[in-house]
């Protein structure tokens, strides 16, 4: 059984920082693809950033200059580095990985971890 758990979410000020991280435990032969995705109620979950096994990122663009996606393969953990947020940033971000366990490759989701940005 393969689990992604979040952390790092919370209450900040416009322009504050936060750090999220998500580890990858369980029968894992390897990573491919992680990721971060945001969602808010009423929503379609939405993509934030991707990093691949090799390094390549890529974000989207209301993010992009603000947010860093950085991985540790040695920990299969996977980060995403937050600065000047906004609050049109509020939402529920969620970790992704696509997961080779043996020969099989699946799509895991983390839990989702509230990202409050307020004043």
């Known amino acids: 059984q393969v689990q992604l758990v979040e952390s790092g979410g919370g209450l900040v000020q416009p322009g504050g920082s936060l750090r999220l991280s998500c580890a990858a435990s369980?029968?894992?032969?390897?990573?491919?693809?992680m990721g971060w995705y945001r969602q808010v109620p009423g929503n379609q979950r939405e993509l934030v950033a991707t990093?691949?096994?090799?390094?390549?990122?890529n974000y989207a663009d209301s993010v992009k200059g603000r947010f860093t996606i950085s991985r540790d393969n040695a920990k299969n953990t996977v980060y995403l580095q937050m600065n000047s947020l906004k609050p049109e940033d509020t939402a529920v971000y969620y970790c992704?990985?696509?997961?080779?366990?043996?020969?099989?490759?699946?799509?895991?989701w983390g839990q989702g971890t509230q990202v409050t940005v307020s004043s």
């Open positions: 992704n990985a696509l997961i080779a366990v043996l020969s099989i490759k699946k799509n895991y």
């Open positions: 369980g029968s894992i032969f390897s990573i491919n693809a």
């Open positions: 990093i691949t096994s090799g390094g390549s990122t």
